[in-house]
T-cell receptor
């Protein structure tokens, strides 16, 4: 079985300050992990992915995530928040080698205050 | 342009009236899947398909049917919709293989009264 826990349903930051969105996972197999972003009334867009290569993964728009196996975490960070980052973010885990099940976290809504 | 196309974007219907939400992708992806998004629950997988004529249940398949007769199309069928199926639905596709990202449609907002 696999699961994803996004530890914060809402995060609020000031523009220009760092962003941290937390994600913990459990998986019986070597996981593939993803972060997706959803802007209001839009579909989901891939931010970045981890598939067993480098543990520090760089994505689009300045976002990064670090895979920590010992902590079963895959937290998303950005050094400096921009107003356009306001959106909902989803952490996703899939089985290694296949897509039999795709499990989403419940999402974290990021608010950026001017 | 590579894309996943869902139709319709918005749908209001009544309990018990059969409906179909279409999904088509132009990227020759083997894998396609359907999700529903509800507040506080994130996205939950309804059904998925690894290839033509191969489909399997996700986490919340009750009340839904799918078919995969062609590689590009993966319609979602609600034979007898009920109000608890009011939700935002997303179709997605990807290549098979580790780390292949999902490509999402723009969603279908369904209201069942």
């Amino acid at each position: 079985a696999q699961s994803v826990t996004q530890l914060d349903s809402h995060v609020s930051v000031s523009e220009g300050t760092p962003v941290l969105l937390r994600c913990n996972y459990s998986s019986s197999y070597s996981p593939s992990l993803f972060w997706y972003v959803q802007h209001p009334n839009k579909g989901l867009q891939l931010l970045l992915k981890y598939t067993s290569a480098a543990t520090l993964v760089k994505g689009i728009n300045g976002f990064e995530a670090e895979f920590k196996k010992s902590e079963t975490s895959f937290h998303l960070t950005k050094p400096s928040a921009h107003m356009s980052d306001a959106a909902e973010y989803f952490c996703v885990v899939t089985f290694s080698g296949g897509y039999q099940k795709v499990t989403f976290g419940i999402g974290t809504k990021l608010q950026v205050i001017p | 342009e590579a894309q996943v196309t869902q139709n319709p974007r918005y749908l209001i219907t009544v309990t018990g009236k059969k409906l179909t939400v279409t999904c088509s992708q132009n990227m020759n992806h083997e894998y396609m899947s359907w999700y529903r998004q509800d507040p506080g629950l994130g996205l939950r997988q309804i059904y998925y398909s690894m290839n033509v004529e191969v489909t399997d249940k996700g986490d919340v398949p009750e009340g839904y049917k799918v078919s995969r007769k062609e590689k590009r199309n993966f319609p979602l069928i609600l034979e007898s919709p009920s109000p608890n199926q009011t939700s935002l639905y997303f179709c997605a596709s990807s290549l098979l293989g580790r780390g292949s990202p999902l490509h999402f449609g723009n969603g279908t907002r369904l209201t069942v009264t």
